[in-house]
Nanobody
Framework: QVQLGESGGGLVQPGGSLRLSCAAS????????IGWYRQAPGKQRELVAT???????NYADSVKGRFTLTRDNAKNAVYLQMSSLKPEDTAVYYC???????????????WGGGSQVAVAS
């Protein structure tokens, strides 16, 4: 079991910045990938950015150059620094962690409860 605690959502003006934080607790020893997805009203959930234990990042094309994802393994936390925010970034952002089960290699996915990010003037 992994629990993901999220913080940092809110309302920001276009062009502004916001930082989302996600802290993992529980059985966190085998988290392979952690990052953020988002879901806008009426749309499917989509990848925003993920980072592996080795520090390899993957960003959606829509956020490249504007968002930066970092990981603090000592704190079991990941941070999404969002800059130059646009109205189309408005969505509920969900922290996601992929966990590999020792021995079997089975992968489990865990989700945070969601943080609302609203970009509007």
């Amino acid at each position: 079991q992994v629990q993901l605690g999220e913080s940092g959502g809110g309302l920001v003006q276009p062009g502004g910045s916001l930082r989302l934080s996600c802290a993992a607790s529980g059985s966190i020893f085998n988290i392979n990938t952690i990052g953020w997805y988002r879901q806008a009203p009426g749309k499917q959930r989509e990848l925003v950015a993920t980072i592996t234990s080795d520090g390899l990042t993957n960003y959606a094309d829509s956020v490249k150059g504007r968002f930066t994802l970092t990981r603090d393994n000592a704190k079991n936390a990941v941070y999404l620094q969002m800059s130059s925010l646009k109205p189309e970034d408005t969505a509920v952002y969900y922290c996601n962690a992929g966990v590999l089960e020792p021995g079997t290699g089975w992968k489990y996915y865990y989700w945070g409860g969601g943080s609302q990010v609203a970009v509007a003037s």
